[in-house]
């Protein structure tokens, strides 16, 4: 239910003295750092409250303020540039000053902007879309005294959507927590105007708790209301759920699948056991995590780069090597597949050859004698070590390669691949930089 005027009036007497509260009490270091977010409530005459599906636009104007924002005290409409906050808290025209920083902050802004809103049917953008377009504009700019009020960020808030509202993130002003601080002011500012209270939940935007990490997302969880301390909610009941909100007011978003590729083994190559299982993946956003598969079995799972594991024992003959990303969103990828056969008869790691199709990893290194050595490559300072005991990633180029640490074939090091040695890359290798050469790619 929508309020009335007077239950309007006793929601902003509620809000008013949790906000006048929450800036008197400094529960820990980094809450005394940054002002508080603040619901500035708003008489329903003055705002276009809708219920969940009636809104009149889904798209949010990040604005900078090029040159500074003159900004109206008067009913909620972005289009002409009035505010109902300005109206109550100035009570006159308000100047907003430039955001204050370079293009790199800004864009780190939008783009985290993005990423929180892109579950949902809400489109962020950096471009005004006029006068003639209806849209929430959040103002990422200025200092809370060009408005005259005490806090971090502000916006009108009811129990609904306000159409076309402006909210207020004061990105001018020191102690607010830096930019993903002023990510988070921004995405629960506009979701303020959106009907959204605060949540007594670290990992959601909404919340007032500290310490809560970079990657906050609404919540699918029935979380309570609450600042400091869990409390009812302001529209009724004890929890929300932001995110089943959100989605019942705009939907669900065009979520942009990750780009996974299998980097190595080669497709058609021959390998040995507990080969090396490579992956190349990445987002519009965030790659959450990684599915290395192997014959349709799920042998392993990461969360954080580099994307590599051994192959586990007992593969032999064709193998099928399968792998799924999923961004921070829960978006899977298509999967991208590569045939390798597994064949230990071939000369294994460390073996002498004299060519590429001598060995089991089809990679065959010099050392400065010229002696060749079956070897592989490899991730340098991977957090997993996928060489071979008694065996270093070196760095060569543009990648790396398995070497034994004490040198290989009476050598101090690796000249080249499939090679013989120059003078050169004698050179290199006494300086510690390493040359490569190849014959061919792998198989």
Partial sequence: ??????????LALAFCSAALALALQPSSASAEARKPNIMYPVDSSMVDI???????????FLNKCVGGCTIFPGNDDSRTNT??????????TAFISEFAYGQAEWDEIVDCVTRVYEPYGIVITDQDPGSNVSHFEAIVAGTDDEINTNAGGIAPASCGVINNAITFSFANQGGQGGLSQMCWTVAQETAHAFGLDHEFLCSDPMTYLSDCGFDKTFQDVNAPCGEFEARGCYCGGNTQNSHQFLLGHFGAGELTPPQVQVNRPADGAIVRSNFPFEVGAEDDIEVASVEFIINGAVVAELTSEPWVINAPDGLSGEVRVEARATDNAGTQSSSAVATVTVDDTSVDFGGECSDDADCASRLCAFDSDNVGSCTETCVV?????TCPDGTACLAAGDRGVCWPKSGGGGSTGICSAAGPTTPLSALLVFLGVFAWRRRRENA
């Fill in 1 to 10: 239910m929508l309020p009335t005027a007077n239950s309007t009036q006793l």
């Fill in 50 to 60: 809708v219920e969940p599906g009636q809104h009149t636009s889904n798209i949010i």
């Fill in 83 to 92: 505010s109902s906050v300005v109206a109550g808290t100035l009570g006159q």
């Fill in 381 to 385: 300072d991977a957090e997993e070590d």
